[in-house]
């Protein structure tokens, strides 16, 4: 990607960007430590300003579910924690600090969320909790966090991922922190889930999509410059990577917003040349 005008980073935001509709409600938290903030919290929050300013200009942000249309301008890092000093003082259109207030996750006032882990798989079931057995784990992580609340509160879950590799998508995880598709929509409703689940999976060699109705992930596109087999070696489940478009390039002019209104700092995401 080092070659093109623009940085994978740019070119998943744009992407995603064109997913959301005007009047959405988007939510993100705050992640922490390199790539897991960049693809949990970074590309998201620039994604959604990018819609705002140009076609969904009603969309709303929450921002760690409390802080309502930040003003990106303004900042200089993304915040360390959810209720630090930079964020708290951070210009917004409002913050919500009873719950519930405005937006309620388990009342269904979200339409979006962004969730990440360790392992995504098939069904796209993800896991936050432990590598191997629960109760002998090899490795034991943050838990799940919101992820529950994400995979079935939310209207749709975009799953970032920032390593596309064998050990991260899996046929199925360790441990289902955020449930997927088990046995398609149809499994979902039969746990009582109506709504909700996980729309894509994006990471930087390409975004998957999946099959509500089979309860699988499929290859929506796969990025400019990435080699298909390379992404079929990096899977740990089996995908179809013939006939996959290459994921749309950003245009000059939506790179300029990106650089120049959006993320004017290049505080959120890393920006390719001019």
Known sequence: MSALPYTVEELITVVLAKSFKDGEVGFTGLATGGAAALYITGIP???????????APNLTILLAGWSINPDFSEIRQLPSAEFDSGLQNLPCEAQME???GPYAVRRGDVDFGFGSGVQV?????INSTCVGDFN???????GSILLPEHMTCFRREYIMMPHHEVRSFVEKVDYVSGVGYPGGQAGRQALGLTIGGP???????????????????????????IDPDDV???????????????????????LAILRRKVDPHSALIPHGGE
Not at 45 to 55: C, G, P, V
């Open 45 to 55: 929050l620039a994604a959604m300003e990018f819609a705002r300013q140009t076609h």
């Open 98 to 100: 009873t719950y519930p």
């Open 121 to 125: 798989d098939r069904a796209g079931n």
């Open 136 to 142: 002998k784990p090899k490795v034991r992580l943050v």
């Open 199 to 225: 729309e894509w999976i994006a990471t930087p060699k390409c975004i998957f999509e999946f099959d509500r109705a089979a309860g699988h992930a499929r290859l929506r596109s796969i990025h400019p410059g």
């Open 232 to 254: 079929r070696r990096s899977t740990g489940f089996a995908i179809e990577t013939n006939g996959i478009p290459t994921t749309q390039a950003p245009t000059g002019e939506e």
